[in-house]
């Protein structure tokens, strides 16, 4: 007969109650999507300056980062060609912006299975003195493997003093079972003007 002991036999009970992948402990790691730290895929374009590069992530995984016309995707693959294809590298937001350097993963275990990313993104109607538009900060959750790479969550970082705690929330509570492609994106918290800008179509 096997004697199991009280932390062994709770540790059971949480996996029997909310699956084995639940019970892992669940936190954060970080790594940088910095152009020294990445690797630059040809030279930026003579026209634009639109450029790509793949930095490295965890656990095999890289983030892939293009710019083009002012406007960047963040897609996640296990390379290149891999994060490219998938769907997350398809999604524009309409006005200018950008991705912030840092990038946090949300990992079960050893496992990632989201990371979460601040943008910022220009609002025309909001001029600085230099009539530059102002941009706008949200941070972006998006799912990573198995399955699709696509965005779960946006959460407005300035509507929503708690913005970071949000969006890690929203990348535990549903990123593992998000469907890309038939779920809709989810606005977590008080929607800003960041999430209105980010969703214009």
Avoid at 17 to 40: E, F, I
Avoid at 74 to 85: C, L, T, Y
Avoid at 171 to 188: E, M, N, P
Wanted: positive net charge; contains cysteine.
């Amino acid at each position: 007969m096997i004697r199991m002991t009280a932390p062994s036999l709770t540790a059971l009970l949480i996996c029997a109650g909310l699956g084995c992948a639940n019970a892992q402990s669940v936190g954060s790691s970080y790594t940088s999507t910095a152009p020294k730290d990445c690797r630059q895929i040809g030279k930026p374009s003579d026209l634009d300056g639109s450029t790509t590069r793949v930095c490295p992530g965890k656990d095999g995984l890289v983030v892939l980062i293009a710019e083009d016309d002012l406007r960047e995707i963040v897609s996640v693959g296990r390379n290149r060609k891999q994060a490219a294809e998938e769907p997350a590298a398809n999604v524009w937001f309409a006005p200018f912006n950008s991705s912030e350097i840092t990038v946090e993963w949300r990992t079960a275990g050893e496992k990632p299975f989201a990371i979460i990313q601040r943008w910022h993104i220009a609002d025309n109607t909001d001029p600085d003195k230099q009539g530059r538009p102002k941009t706008k900060a949200m941070l972006v959750v998006t799912r990573l493997p198995p399955g699709p790479v696509c965005h779960v969550a946006y959460v407005d970082a300035i509507a929503n003093p708690a913005a970071n705690e949000l969006a890690r929330k929203a990348a535990d509570d549903f990123a593992r079972g998000f469907t890309c492609g038939k779920d809709k994106v989810k606005i977590i918290g008080t929607s800003g003007r960041a999430v209105e800008l980010a969703t214009m179509r």
